[in-house]
């Protein structure tokens, strides 16, 4: 089996997780680890001493046996290193959001297209057994119509230095979003509220519009006394809860809905009647989410196949939030043109 | 001691409990009970056989010996039936909203006032032990500046009839919020959805603006598979989760948040630090609120007082509820003018 | 139809439930409450006027027109108010447990088995839609053959005067384990703790052996600081658990256990293998319990039938009771012969 | 500073927990990881490419350059690898329980001492910041007089293949119980169930009496289809429950209980009130308990001090398993002299 060459490039928060599972995973070798903190690089070369700590990214890239780089560093950079990645040739695994903005995502889309290079963004709930479970759920049909999306992502902290409280969760819920409905809204819009650091919003509200009824909204908060992260979805013949922090039971569909039929008596009348059923929650695969974004990566490039997590969807995240950010200052729904 | 005689008007999912408390009460004894439904009525004369049962509210208005009516009619109904009470000289508990316009409840307002008779609305949640311990937290300083008042109350139906999602429960989490706060929003914004009937909307996301950062936000939902109702209040010292639907630690108080100091290195930037202290859940009284409602409305009359959820709180929730709906259509933040 | 006439003797804490539920029940009048208390039964006639308020319950015996009496006095009366009535020729719904020993009860059974009188006892979770659910389930083979069975309930006081723990809190346990099984102990082992008044055990352990190797245990405790009402139930298929205090959720059916299978490489030997599969929380009727157990009592009158909760299901309750009672003392498993 | 050399015997579920901890640990440098599967080894030196694998103990006591051993091997081997490494003159760090009878036990904290080396038992859950917040609430009176203990620590498997599920998870509690009292149980019995593999009890239930009225009282189970781990402490003053599945609030001190006072109408009587008062949930130490484990049992070789945990709270947990065995198989009390 070939074995590929990685190098981890930012390792913050995320970075360790990259190379924990890379370092398990024998379809490759993790050769540097990059970063601009000494004291971050020294955690991870005590404990994988066969991994190289350097300080220019650009080092990387220039070593002819590295295929491929996993981006973890601050949003504002992603562009950049990216960019430079795909040009040296490189596959690229790039945390979220992809970009700053849907041109630099939309410019890296191409590029790695015409380089024939795998650009996957590491959207990692998209990769749980719960969203997969949820997502087969409703491909399936078991919903039936969908009616509603209401998603809850509050903690209290990590404040980040360079983007607000939407850039900094709105990914995870939007990558899941567009994985699970498989659509893609029309329009966005978006409140909040900055106490901590003006202009740099600690607590936001975001609404999207899609064709038909369905409505989708959510709360991201960096100021919550407690951690929440749950979404209800609504549909005509079931309903999903997805607690994402119940250690168990992350997933309960509920046959509770309201049926309609026409009123016997009154011909003009539509009588209401509610359904109160079974609660069912499906065992979930509790494989690490990240385990199978690193092993898709892998796979996508030993096998030049598409990752599951692409560019493109990649690119629609970002295109998301800029919209939420453009209607954070009108005030207005910002419209998504197809 | 005075034994007041009230009639209650209409008795279907509410009016049942106003009789219960008021016949236990020793200040009042109920006279009438008044309904279109001879069923519902029949629930009640079977139960309290010295209760008249009639299907006329007028004859309760006509009789001298009533002191005091309760209005639990559907909301279309309420400004007619009080203006005919006020009219004839009796005091008035009204269910919430007190009236499907301000305009209506500012007519109320008035009239009581000339005609110096008690106007009273069931603002429920205003007298239970957790909400009055909330009150008396924030008005004693422990959570410090508010931030963000966030309020979820979904649950599965019931549809009503005559009103939307917003009219149904937005009169407990707007009482709420202005008891407890003490402050008026300066606009409102509301966004909705119908499934079920067009034009009723049952599902709604609605936003109130205040004067400097405090911004409030609510989900109402018919639509729910589960029930919720809960209040997260941010502020800068502590922070407050009150969960209605907890048997027993219905309030909690966070002692987190995130506090700022200057940067000793960099002269302009600011550190943010969170705090992550004690949770504390008091222990509440526990008398249901209706009671306490009853016990104010017969007070009021007898010690001619106000009474605590007098008809300008009620006022103003209409006057919310009007720039919801107006936000509603138009898709653009109502101004409240003070 | 013919209505019946029904005197409730004792109106302290559950006596007040009774004459509620048979106050809303068309087959039957509530004629008397009788109590030695003036206020207890003043509460009561305020709210119900056509009811009379005695203190002396021969009168309800001496009473031909009354057909039943409902008996809610402390424990220690059950036998001698219980054994008057049915020489009265009275039916008898009798708060559990029925007697303070075998012997009584199983001379009520007689007694009322020799005058064709109804002998109910008020074992009010077996009518509840959560026990009948769980039964169903047991008797239908979806566990499987019964492993254990462990119940807890716990909460703070309160505190009986004339009983320990055990007799206070086991006969809803008992009954409901009676009714779900079908099945009854053998032996019977019980430890307690007196904190409070000497010799009065407010915290208890009960254990019990069946034939074969069903284990079932009991925690008991009036000085928890919490309320628990929980019960797991294992088998060799599925395992249930049912939490009574859950106000959606109260029997979750879990699709979990250990499978058995022989090792293909060594002979001797077994694997142990884990199956955790879906977890399932079927709708539960929501009806009253009492509401079921009046009607029952009402219908075993009128139809000349035995109720499900029969004078002998109550004996059995009492019978465990005495073993549990003997054990605390004796420190060994009591036998409790078939 | 000087660094200390350690070897890990067994590397099974928990000795890769050691090694993470002690590779993070600047005071020690693992040199050897011992196993007799090379599977288990491969993923430890995958990992840890300066770790040594070998699959013969007696070469790590062999080496002259290591100072200590952590021996994380099954329950049968403890004592004999245990007493290897003391005679070698190697501190140890054992494994719970540290031996399979208290003869054994003994006879290792004898020839530790006399051998002046550190013997310490890894009684983690001592080491987290709940149970040692617990510790500092009884010790400072908050609780009041204890007046029982009562532990639920239930889980599906795993079923342990040399030793029943008292010997497998009793030692957490009895570790913790032993901390946190400071008191040693006069008494101890058990009972037990066999589900799967005769004469190995997968279902138990342990209590203990203690010199006054306390009483402690544990359900183990590896037969339940959830994760239960929590504590209730009660005392005449307040009492705890504590959660260890709790993500947040694993320590909760409820002010409630009991008051008596004398009867001022009947002197030789008795009143008995409750007290409901505030609940709080002091903020927990995250820092991982193994951290501190191994931090303590370093800091013990190199200060020349005695762990927290040391071979007597070892050989005092033996203690307890041992008679609560004898206790499974006589059915009765099982004393302990003290």
Not at 100 to 106: G, L, N, Q
Not at 120 to 140: C, N, P, Q
Not at 171 to 198: E, N, Q, T, W, Y
Not at 236 to 248: A, E, R
Request: aromatic share 8%.
């Amino acid at each position: 089996m070939t074995t590929l060459a990685i190098g981890v490039i930012g390792c913050g928060y995320w970075g360790p997780n990259l190379i924990r599972n890379f370092a398990l995973n024998e379809k490759v070798k993790v050769k540097y680890v990059c970063d601009i903190s000494r004291d971050r690089m020294d955690l991870i070369t005590r404990t994988y001493p066969t991994i190289k700590g350097i300080d220019d990214y650009h080092e990387v890239l220039q070593d002819k046996e590295i295929d491929a780089v996993a981006i973890a560093t601050p949003v504002g950079s992603h562009f950049e290193i990216g960019h430079q990645a795909l040009l040296h040739g490189k596959h690229v695994l790039m945390e979220k959001p992809m970009a700053s903005s849907s041109k630099e995502a939309d410019q890296l889309v191409n590029l790695a297209q015409s380089k024939g290079l795998v650009l996957m963004v590491d959207h990692v709930f998209v990769y749980t057994g719960a969203v997969r479970k949820i997502k087969e759920l409703v491909r399936a049909g078991e919903i039936g119509d969908l009616l509603y999306y209401d998603g809850v992502r509050i903690n209290l902290g990590q404040f980040q230095r360079d983007v607000n409280v939407i850039w900094d969760l709105a990914p995870h819920d939007f990558s899941i979003m567009g994985f699970v409905l498989d659509r893609f809204p029309k329009s966005v819009h978006a409140l909040g509220s900055s106490h901590v650091k003006a202009g740099m919003e600690n607590t936001a509200y975001v609404t999207c519009r899609f064709s038909g009824s369905l409505m989708a909204h959510f709360h991201f908060n960096w100021l919550s006394p407690v951690k929440i992260r749950r979404t209800l979805i609504g549909g005509t013949k079931k309903m999903i809860i997805y607690d994402d922090l119940d250690p168990v039971e992350k997933v309960k569909v509920y046959d509770r809905g309201v049926d309609l039929s026409p009123d016997p008596q009154e011909i003009h009348k539509t009588l209401i009647s509610y359904r109160t059923g079974d609660v069912w929650a499906p065992v979930i695969d509790m494989t690490e989410g990240l385990k199978r974004v690193c092993d898709d990566f892998l796979d996508s490039i030993l096998m030049k196949k598409a990752p599951l997590s692409d560019g493109i969807a990649g690119y629609r995240v970002v295109r998301m939030l800029e919209a939420a950010q453009e209607s954070l200052i009108s005030g207005d729904f910002v419209d998504i043109p197809e």
